[in-house]
């Protein structure tokens, strides 16, 4: 291989390695049996869709997949959308960069997401239908709450789509040896099949194989690092810290200080929190109590796959730094140091070469792309369930539309989405696009969740309060972003960054959140008066399901 620079900026855990996701990355040679092994990933997921197209006949089968996914299976689909190709190769990489930080920076995060999803997945499962707009507009005006909902939804997948062709097109450059607007097709015209034919049952269950094939590769990976020591963590710590020393066991360093930290923190808790894709999912199951499990298995999955990462990013330390056969010596003649082929985020690629051969590198290289490919599913079923449910099934239709058209139009949005993610992803191959994944988190964190979540526990929340607070959250996210210092300086070339801070969640949150409160209790007008005399009724149904089940029609 050649002089590579990974791309990866491919989930809310990436946020903080999104610098990693800078440069070029050169044709690899065919790799052949990844290629076989994606063909047959694909061969039988378009068999799950054909299986899913039989059985989505109605809006509530294309949008919530009847609403029969157990809460097993639904943690494993949200466990799937959580564990993408940058949370495996991006924190592994960490891993194997900075040790012991690694662990701290993925397992800390995972530490506030469950908390928020247990606040919010039973109560949006009893209040909704399709869409969290379903609940944020329940007692609020529906056109207003609506769009602004929609639009924070459509944003987010669009800025998080660029992120995932981009990164999808580099790195099956990287693993298969196929050309960047090939792959960046290919991905788009996959995606739009799973959605356009088979809903959101499709979407779950190709989330589901991928989420089981890369918890299981992640395991073998793992044994065979331990074996290779006994299964003695002392034993593997201690050869680690011999090749790269004992600073690999402290904490520090990944983020330089408290501010940005707590901002990092806040925007991957609430903004994993406000992800459509990620909302959406508590509607496919049956209940509350489906729900409240679904966030369970998450976590425990989620955990797992964690503790993975960190065995698998010690276990390249010992088995890929400094073995000649992973080093970049062209780099490394130019600037020393042990540089692997790839960059660091190639470090668990690497490590399934050393530990499993040609073989299992192919079945690793597959499993990353489907990783990407379940993900982007997701996505574009959360737009195009915006752009038809919300905007034109409830705005502009008023509610009046049938199930068959909402459907027909959710498709049409599917395509559109898929070929504006496709033009997306090759215009924005060269271009450095490191800030479209934290102004994703951002705008989900400053947006949808204040709003969805001051709506289900807030009685003085009025229309006029969420529309004004949270489109001032919207605002300064964009803002911030603009002003900070990856688009201001590594974009636009300015010396400084105005704003000083990557990561503007801490304080646009803060502004939505007091936003929304000052334009809530000023607010006295009658249909404010309505809105808060609505909430005790609300309340009740979110938290005893009553009435849920033939509102929303599951």
Same mark, same amino acid.
């Given at each position: 291989?050649?002089? &590579?620079?990974?791309?990866?900026?491919?989930?809310?855990?990436?946020?903080?390695?999104?610098?990693?996701?800078?440069?070029?990355?050169?044709?690899?040679?065919?790799? &052949?049996?990844?290629?076989?092994?994606?063909?047959?990933?694909?061969?039988?997921? !378009?068999?799950?869709?054909? =299986?899913?197209?039989?059985?989505?006949?109605?809006?509530?089968?294309?949008?919530?997949?009847?609403?029969?996914?157990?809460?097993?299976?639904?943690?494993?689909?949200?466990? +799937?959308?959580?564990?993408?190709?940058?949370?495996?190769?991006?924190?592994?990489?960490?891993?194997?960069?900075?040790?012991?930080?690694?662990?701290?920076?993925? &397992?800390?995060?995972?530490?506030? =997401?469950?908390?928020?999803?247990?606040?919010?997945?039973?109560?949006?499962?009893?209040?909704?239908?399709?869409?969290?707009?379903?609940?944020?507009?329940?007692?609020?005006?529906?056109?207003?709450?609506?769009?602004?909902?929609?639009?924070?939804?459509?944003?987010?997948?669009?800025?998080?789509?660029?992120?995932?062709?981009?990164?999808?097109?580099?790195?099956?450059?990287?693993?298969?040896?196929? /050309?960047?607007?090939?792959?960046?097709?290919?991905?788009?015209?996959?995606?739009?099949?799973?959605?356009?034919?088979?809903?959101?049952?499709?979407?779950?269950?190709?989330?589901?194989?991928?989420?089981?094939?890369?918890?299981?590769?992640?395991?073998?990976?793992?044994?065979?690092?331990?074996?290779?020591?006994?299964?003695?963590?002392?034993?593997?710590?201690? /050869?680690?810290?011999?090749?790269?020393?004992?600073?690999?066991?402290?904490?520090?360093?990944?983020?330089?200080?408290?501010?940005?930290?707590?901002?990092?923190?806040?925007?991957?808790?609430?903004?994993?929190?406000?992800?459509?894709?990620?909302?959406?999912?508590?509607?496919?199951?049956?209940?509350? #109590?489906?729900?409240?499990?679904?966030?369970?298995?998450?976590?425990?999955?989620? +955990?797992?796959?964690?503790?993975?990462?960190?065995?698998?990013?010690?276990?390249?330390?010992? !088995?890929?730094?400094?073995?000649?056969?992973? !080093?970049?010596?062209?780099?490394?003649?130019?600037?020393?140091?042990?540089?692997?082929?790839?960059?660091?985020?190639?470090?668990?690629?690497?490590?399934?070469?050393?530990?499993?051969?040609?073989?299992?590198?192919?079945?690793?290289?597959?499993?990353?792309?489907?990783?990407?490919?379940?993900?982007?599913?997701?996505?574009?079923?959360?737009?195009?369930?915006? @752009?038809?449910?919300?905007?034109?099934?409830?705005?502009? #239709?008023?509610?009046?539309?049938?199930?068959?058209?909402?459907?027909?139009?959710?498709?049409?949005?599917?395509?559109?989405?898929?070929?504006?993610?496709?033009?997306?992803?090759?215009?924005?191959?060269?271009?450095?696009?490191?800030?479209?994944?934290?102004?994703?988190?951002?705008?989900?964190?400053?947006?949808?969740?204040?709003?969805?979540?001051?709506?289900?526990? =807030?009685?003085?929340?009025?229309?006029?309060?969420?529309?004004?607070?949270?489109?001032?959250?919207?605002?300064?996210?964009?803002?911030?972003?603009?002003?900070?210092?990856?688009? =201001?300086?590594? @974009?636009?070339?300015?010396? /400084?960054?105005?704003?000083?801070?990557?990561?503007?969640?801490?304080?646009?949150?803060?502004?939505?959140? @007091?936003?929304?409160?000052?334009?809530?209790?000023?607010?006295?007008?009658?249909?404010?008066?309505?809105?808060?005399?609505?909430?005790?009724?609300?309340?009740?149904?979110?938290?005893?399901?009553?009435?849920?089940?033939?509102?929303?029609?599951?």
């Amino acid at each position: 291989m050649n002089r &590579i620079f990974t791309f990866l900026a491919l989930s809310g855990v990436a946020l903080f390695a999104s610098e990693a996701i800078q440069g070029e990355v050169q044709k690899q040679a065919l790799n &052949i049996s990844a290629i076989v092994m994606f063909v047959i990933f694909v061969g039988a997921t !378009l068999g799950i869709t054909y =299986w899913a197209a039989k059985r989505t006949k109605s809006a509530k089968d294309f949008y919530t997949a009847g609403g029969g996914i157990t809460g097993f299976q639904n943690g494993m689909a949200i466990a +799937g959308d959580y564990m993408s190709a940058a949370s495996f190769l991006g924190i592994s990489g960490l891993v194997y960069l900075k040790g012991y930080d690694g662990l701290i920076y993925s &397992i800390g995060f995972l530490v506030g =997401w469950p908390v928020i999803l247990f606040m919010i997945a039973e109560p949006l499962r009893n209040l909704g239908k399709y869409t969290f707009a379903d609940v944020a507009s329940y007692r609020l005006r529906q056109g207003p709450i609506r769009t602004l909902a929609a639009f924070g939804s459509i944003a987010t997948v669009i800025l998080y789509l660029i992120a995932q062709m981009v990164g999808s097109g580099k790195l099956i450059q990287l693993l298969f040896g196929l /050309h960047y607007e090939v792959a960046v097709i290919l991905v788009g015209v996959l995606m739009v099949l799973y959605v356009t034919f088979g809903g959101m049952l499709a979407t779950t269950w190709v989330q589901i194989v991928k989420a089981f094939l890369l918890l299981a590769g992640a395991t073998f990976m793992a044994i065979a690092v331990m074996a290779h020591y006994d299964f003695s963590f002392s034993t593997l710590f201690s /050869h680690a810290t011999e090749l790269k020393g004992a600073s690999i066991m402290s904490p520090g360093g990944l983020v330089s200080d408290p501010v940005s930290a707590i901002s990092l923190a806040v925007a991957l808790m609430f903004g994993t929190a406000g992800l459509p894709h990620i909302l959406m999912r508590f509607f496919t199951v049956g209940d509350a #109590k489906e729900a409240r499990k679904s966030v369970f298995f998450a976590t425990g999955f989620i +955990g797992y796959f964690y503790i993975l990462t960190f065995i698998i990013g010690f276990g390249a330390i010992v !088995l890929v730094f400094k073995n000649p056969h992973y !080093l970049d010596t062209a780099k490394q003649a130019v600037s020393g140091g042990f540089p692997i082929l790839g960059g660091n985020n190639m470090a668990a690629i690497h490590l399934s070469h050393a530990v499993g051969g040609d073989f299992f590198l192919g079945f690793i290289s597959a499993v990353a792309f489907a990783t990407i490919l379940a993900v982007v599913s997701g996505l574009t079923l959360a737009g195009a369930s915006a @752009i038809s449910h919300d905007l034109y099934a409830s705005v502009f #239709k008023k509610g009046q539309v049938d199930g068959i058209t909402e459907m027909r139009v959710s498709k049409i949005a599917t395509v559109a989405l898929g070929v504006v993610a496709i033009i997306m992803g090759i215009a924005f191959e060269k271009q450095n696009i490191a800030f479209v994944v934290g102004l994703a988190f951002a705008i989900a964190a400053s947006a949808n969740f204040p709003i969805l979540f001051l709506s289900m526990y =807030w009685k003085k929340l009025t229309t006029r309060g969420a529309v004004i607070g949270g489109s001032l959250g919207l605002a300064t996210a964009v803002l911030l972003v603009i002003l900070g210092p990856i688009v =201001w300086v590594q @974009i636009l070339g300015n010396a /400084h960054a105005i704003f000083p801070y990557k990561y503007p969640a801490l304080f646009s949150v803060v502004v939505a959140f @007091i936003g929304i409160y000052i334009f809530s209790v000023t607010d006295n007008s009658e249909e404010a008066k309505a809105e808060r005399e609505a909430f005790e009724a609300q309340y009740i149904r979110s938290q005893t399901g009553i009435g849920a089940e033939g509102a929303s029609e599951h």
